[in-house]
């Protein structure tokens, strides 16, 4: 079955580097996401790892995936205030030539940035 | 592209009453899913259409929920009646499905407060 697990809240000094984890247990998972949202708005991607890479980096973001230990991480760098918001990571399966396209979320892990 | 539209943004009703929302995806998208974001549970994936058929239904949460989607540009999700428990966000997304990384789209929401 698909579960996905995240720590609830992080709270994280301007300038400073958060790190936001999650575990997974579906191992045929094919993409990982990492997905924002703002207060009052809907999700937003972020970024995406495919289950073959271990890292992906993007400006301020990496990505870090373990898949022996189904753990998944987000580390953003220099945290900015206008970084406050929910982080959901999600997962989706590919499943013997169909795409589902279903992603099944954690349930977020709000992050706050004092100045 | 507006992105995914949804309408109302707000909704304040009684209970017993009927309530519809609405969605419009991302033209030339192919999937659709509703989901319902609450404090308690967190992002909870509802139903999610493919080329306007129902694929996955077994988030509703009993016979009160129905959704339709009747052509590729429009779906609603019906609450009828509504209950005080139904209060939430009501997110609608969208993805172009088929070899790609099942990026979905969200909607800004429907928060729905029943009374």
């Known amino acids: 079955g698909e579960d996905v697990e995240q720590s609830l809240f992080l709270s994280v000094r301007e300038g400073d580097s958060s790190v936001i984890n999650c575990t997974y247990t579906?191992?045929?998972?094919?993409?990982l996401y990492w997905y924002k949202q703002e207060p009052g708005a809907g999700l937003q991607l972020l970024t995406y790892?495919?289950?073959?890479?271990d890292m992906k980096q993007d400006q301020r973001l990496t990505v870090l995936l373990n898949k022996k230990d189904k753990h998944l991480s987000l580390r953003i760098a220099d945290t900015q205030t206008g970084d406050s918001a929910i982080y959901f990571c999600?997962?989706?399966?590919?499943?013997?030539?169909?795409?589902?396209?279903?992603?099944?979320f954690g349930q977020g892990t709000i992050l706050t940035v004092h100045p | 592209d507006a992105g995914v539209i949804q309408s109302p943004r707000h909704e304040v009703t009684e209970m017993g009453q009927e309530v519809t929302l609405r969605c419009k995806p991302i033209?030339?998208?192919?999937?659709l899913f509703w989901y319902r974001q609450t404090m308690m549970r967190g992002l909870e994936l509802l139903i999610y259409?493919?080329?306007?058929?129902?694929?996955?239904d077994s988030g509703m949460p009993e016979d009160r929920f129905s959704a339709k989607m009747p052509n590729a540009s429009f779906s609603t999700l019906k609450i009828q009646p509504s209950e005080p428990r139904d209060s939430a966000v009501y997110f609608c997304?969208?993805?172009?499905?088929?070899?790609?990384?099942?990026?979905?789209?969200f909607g800004p929401g429907t928060r729905l407060t029943v009374l």
């Open positions: 997304a969208s993805s172009l499905e088929g070899g790609g990384t099942h990026e979905q789209f």
């Open positions: 033209s030339g998208h192919n999937s």
């Open positions: 790892i495919f289950s073959n890479m």
């Open positions: 259409f493919n080329n306007n058929v129902p694929i996955d």
């Open positions: 999600a997962e989706t399966v590919y499943a013997g030539g169909t795409s589902y396209g279903k992603l099944t």
């Open positions: 579906d191992s045929s998972s094919t993409y």
